[in-house]
């Protein structure tokens, strides 16, 4: 059981990041939903896995493009057992056209975001004695597509960091593993839809099962309840010896 654990998800308000909190909370552990935005909703949905799982859960706002809003957030929370680095975006362009705000965009919040709550966390799980990064990399972070350059290059990025972040680590009762998700439809995904469908030409339908699920040889989507499965797998003592390491939940796409 995860009580008395505190985890802290960034990007948390929506998708998988969301669907981990659910899964942390039920597994017993308190957790800090995060996001850019600070609506009543956010605080809402902290309410609800509050009221649902008996654990505490607070949202706390904070944009992860920013170096030190990432710092803010997890100096905030006051206490990081667990750290999910979940928060992403994602633009589809092919690399002459890729507009430089979004590269930048796309590198600060899902990549140097892990870094800096990392950066911050790391001393909180010294001081605790136990320690668990969960970074939320992708199938694209083990391999490649046309038209993602800076999302593949960030995913390929955290790989990295969770691998130095576990080296650095090693000693420790501290692990640091990649979660690598195939397809999941969460809003990321809805919203590439458009702009897949122009730049192959095709209508949402053969966009879902020719683009996005060609390479995931399931056929199905996998879900966000199964991504917080995964994340707190990686929580329990079962786990303890994995660490810089990636776990695919991709039905089958990296074994093609
Ligand atoms: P999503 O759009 O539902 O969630 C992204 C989350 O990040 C949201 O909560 C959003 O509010 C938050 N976010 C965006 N910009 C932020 C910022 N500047 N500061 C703080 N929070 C911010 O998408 P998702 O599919 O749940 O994606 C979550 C993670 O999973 C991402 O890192 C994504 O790359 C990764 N992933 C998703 C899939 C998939 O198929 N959905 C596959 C592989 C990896």
Known sequence: S???????ITGSNSGIGLGIAWELAKAGADVVLNSFTDADEDHAL??????????????????????????????EAGRC????????????????????????????INLSSAFHTTAVALPMMREAGWGRVVNIASAHGLTASPYKSAYIAAKHGIVGLTKTTALETA????????????????PIVEKQIPDTMKEYDMSREEVIENVMLTRQ???????????????TFLCSD??????????SVDGGWTAL
């Open 2 to 8: 995860l009580t008395g654990k505190t985890a802290v």
């Open 46 to 75: 902290a309410k609800e896995i509050s009221d649902k799982t008996g654990t505490t859960a607070r949202y706390i706002q904070a944009d992860m493009s920013r170096g030190d809003q990432c710092r803010r957030l997890i100096e």
């Open 81 to 108: 057992d667990i750290l999910v680095n979940n928060a992403g975006i994602q633009h589809v362009a092919g690399i002459p056209e890729f507009p430089v705000e979004k590269w930048d965009a796309i590198i600060a």
């Open 171 to 186: 000693k420790e009762p501290i692990t640091a593993n990649a979660i690598c998700p195939g397809y999941v439809l969460t």
């Open 217 to 231: 040889p399931s056929k199905e989507f996998a879900t966000v309840e199964q991504m917080g499965g995964t994340a």
């Open 238 to 247: 079962a786990a303890a010896q994995i660490t810089g390491t990636t776990i």
